[in-house]
């Protein structure tokens, strides 16, 4: 499933209030994935599955396992035992990989094995929506925010709320709750 930009941009807005809600409580998510951003029919956006999510006792402490899902992993957690660990940035990384899985049906790496996957990643590299030409200025500039290789220069989730491309989101997921509910009836 493809979605518009407004609705990845919903999506996108609910997921950011979350995660500046527990970044701002010392926590780290860690598995932010499709499957774990959870959307009702009626718009309600909820995080979900906090197994291996992990308090951190300052807010620049750094973890250094490696876990989570290959396909949403930033490059700081594949590589975290050589470089030093990583903070809560990792997930700013998994909601650009999120909406570019929104935009485009699949993740980055998407057909290959999750060990295959890793290895890519470790290499850093430039993460970009395939067709850029089919998406505003403003969301191919927000997904560029949110995978920059360099974790320091990726906005916190906080900040990425005044981003330009959620500045004109609507409050609701679904546009025409008519058309929704037709559909819904097919």
């Not at 999120?98 to 290895?119: Q, S, Y």
Request: glycine content about 6%; overall charge neutral.
């Amino acid at each position: 499933v493809r979605m518009t930009e407004a609705q990845i941009g919903y999506v996108a807005i609910e997921t950011l209030k979350g995660l500046a809600y527990i970044h701002s409580r010392h926590r780290i998510h860690r598995d932010i994935k499709s499957d774990n951003v959870l959307g009702s029919r009626d718009g309600v956006i909820k995080l979900a599955d906090f197994g291996i999510s992990r308090r951190i006792t300052d807010a620049d402490a750094r973890m250094g396992t490696m876990i989570g899902t290959p396909h949403y992993l930033a490059p700081e957690v594949v590589l975290a035992e050589n470089e030093g660990g990583y903070t809560s940035k990792v997930d700013i990384w998994s909601v650009g990989m999120v909406c570019i899985e929104m935009a485009e049906g699949k993740p980055p790496f998407h057909d290959l094995v999750p060990m295959r996957v890793l290895l890519e990643i470790s290499k850093k590299p430039k993460i970009e929506l395939a067709d850029k030409s089919r998406w505003s200025a403003e969301f191919n500039n927000f997904v560029a925010a949110c995978v920059r290789i360099e974790p320091d220069d990726r906005p916190s989730a906080k900040v990425l709320l005044d981003h330009a491309f959620l500045a004109g989101v609507k409050p609701t997921f679904i546009e025409d709750k008519d058309v929704a509910a037709k559909a819904a009836k097919e």
